[in-house]
């Protein structure tokens, strides 16, 4: 599975949209771009995944580069209850269907 | 519907006894999963199963052992406990290979003294 690398925390305004950035350079042709995040103390919950075309679901946007070498994570309207680590997975989805979680970031939101 | 629970919640253990962790889900899914979680890190996987009676090893898997005799539930054991397995232990769940979204129980915190 590709390496990501992601900024350890970032913090964002209530209301305003959160910007979660990925880097995956060493991404295959075949690997997808997986995120999840986890609440304090809860288990991990599944947000979005994509191959190379941009994606969209209730609960956030998923933008990939035409490279596929990073991708950004946006939450439109960061809400208080958004405050949890994120992590970026890439993983092909034919491979023992294991995800590979590395440190994430934490996003704080602020009121 | 329930999704995937995990019992216990927390256990505390001495050094050298054994328990086993049950993980159970109601969606049908085919493969289950345990992780564990170390402070301040991310998860890694411990063992798992893609169907009813197999098993198979993940990241980290000594000193574990588990087994799935029904679809539903997926079981941890271990046998002699050690001060290094404190963590908190999550099962989930998925449909299969080609779809990897993976639902997680809530996790039961371990503590071994």
Not at chain 1, 59 to 74: G, N, Q
Not at chain 2, 56 to 78: C, H, I, M, T
Request: one cysteine or more; charged letters at 15%.
């Amino acid at each position: 599975d590709a390496k990501t690398t992601q900024p350890t925390s970032m913090d964002c305004a209530e209301g305003r949209a959160a910007n979660l950035p990925c880097n995956h350079s060493t991404i295959s042709g075949n690997e997808y771009v997986y995120w999840y995040r986890q609440i304090h103390s809860q288990g991990p919950q599944y947000i979005i995944h994509g191959l190379k075309n941009n994606e969209t679901n209730e609960m956030a946007s998923l933008i990939i580069t035409e490279d596929r070498k990073s991708s950004t994570l946006i939450l439109p309207h960061a809400t208080l209850r958004d405050t949890a680590v994120y992590y970026c997975i890439v993983r092909a989805n034919n491979a023992g269907n294991m995800l590979t979680f590395g440190g994430g970031t934490r996003l704080m939101v602020k009121p | 519907n329930a999704g995937v629970t995990q019992t216990p919640k927390f256990r505390v253990l001495k050094t050298g006894q054994s328990m086993t962790l049950l993980c159970a889900q109601d969606m049908n899914h085919e493969y289950m999963y345990w992780y564990r979680q170390d402070p301040g890190m991310g998860l890694r996987l411990i063992h798992y199963s893609v169907g009813e009676g197999t098993t198979a090893k993940g990241e980290v898997p000594d000193g574990y052992n588990v087994s799935r005799l029904k679809k539903q539930n997926f079981l941890l054991g271990l046998e002699s406990a050690a001060p290094s397995q404190t963590s908190v232990y999550f099962c989930a769940s998925s449909y299969g290979t080609s779809y990897n979204e993976q639902f997680f129980g809530p996790g039961t915190r371990l503590t071994v003294l």
